[in-house]
């Protein structure tokens, strides 16, 4: 049922680095078209770090590791949004299935892949426990070995919240040449991370060391290069006209990102989409330290 891309194939029978990108922000987390861009150029940053893209989704009753320009098209609006518990429906029912980095860290676990990039991690929505809504990205990350590359955790949810959950499921959250978490938008502000890295190289060992001790995934927060901190009354905004409007659920993050770069003139949108790029291109550079890492570790 799982497809895995010849390119991707090769790159993991020879133990190279390999980078898993989602396919729920190109569909749902961007304007339409737009998403595409994102995903075309965060496989690039992919590449120039010398790593090798694969981008998961679902298509014709597939589960897809590395897609083509023209399949990745096809992860539009229309697009369902697959968490960990929808991607068997999603691939016997042949929907097109765009997954979350919840679904993509499924996939990413039985194809033997390390590394992953993407905007914002989901966590424990703002409100809880009514609904208790918590994003099954962190399940998923406690229970894969798989190191994600994010600007810390989407600003909408209720951070601190979710950076007790990941401590309690024993996720490391390092920071990028930073101790705090970053807030999506925000550079600063953050709860505490676990541990500050330097480099790709450090964040690369001690994931080798993670793994070794039998630990499963870990969060690489990387600060926006573009910090907004403004975007706080914006977002408070965004999420009382959602429960207005009755948007619950799935519904919440794509609502609340569409409001956001709308009413900010599209200064969220610009941000969002380079922090995307910048996150793959970063766990690239994680990947391939991480070839020198293990090797090292094993000598
Ligand atoms: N980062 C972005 N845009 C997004 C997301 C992350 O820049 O749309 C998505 C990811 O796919 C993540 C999902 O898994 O939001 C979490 O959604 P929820 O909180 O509904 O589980
Ligand atoms: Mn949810």
């Not at 949810?157 to 978490?181: M, N, R």
């Not at 794509?254 to 970063?282: C, I, K, M, Q, W």
Request: charged share 20%; proline share 6%.
């Amino acid at each position: 049922m799982i497809v895995v891309a010849d390119e991707v194939r090769d790159a993991l029978a020879r133990g190279g680095p390999v980078v898993a990108l989602e396919t729920t922000l190109v569909a749902h987390g961007f304007p339409p078209g737009e998403g595409v861009e994102v995903g075309l150029e965060s496989e690039r940053c992919v590449r120039d770090a010398g790593a090798v893209p694969a981008t998961v989704g679902v298509l014709d009753g597939e589960i897809r590791v590395g897609l083509t320009q023209d399949e990745l098209a096809r992860f539009d609006a229309d697009a369902r949004k697959v968490g960990p518990r929808d991607l068997a429906a999603a691939a016997v029912q042949q929907a097109v299935g765009a997954t979350t980095v919840g679904g993509t860290l499924v996939v990413a676990r039985a194809a033997g892949i390390r590394f992953m990039g993407t905007g914002g991690l989901g966590g424990v929505h703002r409100g809880f426990p009514d609904p208790p809504d918590v994003s099954a990205d962190l399940s998923e990350l406690a229970r894969t070995q798989v190191l994600v590359v994010s600007a810390g955790v989407k600003s909408l949810l209720d951070v601190p919240a979710t950076a007790e959950v990941l401590e309690t499921l024993g996720v490391p959250v390092l920071g990028f040449q930073t101790d705090e978490l970053p807030l999506f938008y925000a550079a600063r502000g953050g709860p505490r991370t676990s541990a500050r890295v330097e480099s790709p190289d450090e964040a690369a060992r001690i994931a080798y060391a993670h793994w070794q001790l039998g630990g499963a995934g870990l969060l690489l927060g990387r600060p926006p290069d573009d910090s907004l901190d403004d975007v706080e009354p914006l977002i408070e905004q965004a999420l009382r006209q959602a429960h207005a409007e009755g948007v619950a659920g799935q519904a919440v993050t794509p609502y609340v990102l569409s409001f956001l770069h709308r009413e900010s003139g599209g200064r969220t949108l610009r941000a969002n989409r380079d922090l995307v790029a910048a996150n793959a291109g970063l766990a690239g550079e994680v990947a391939k330290a991480y070839g020198r890492a293990s090797t090292d570790g094993r000598s």
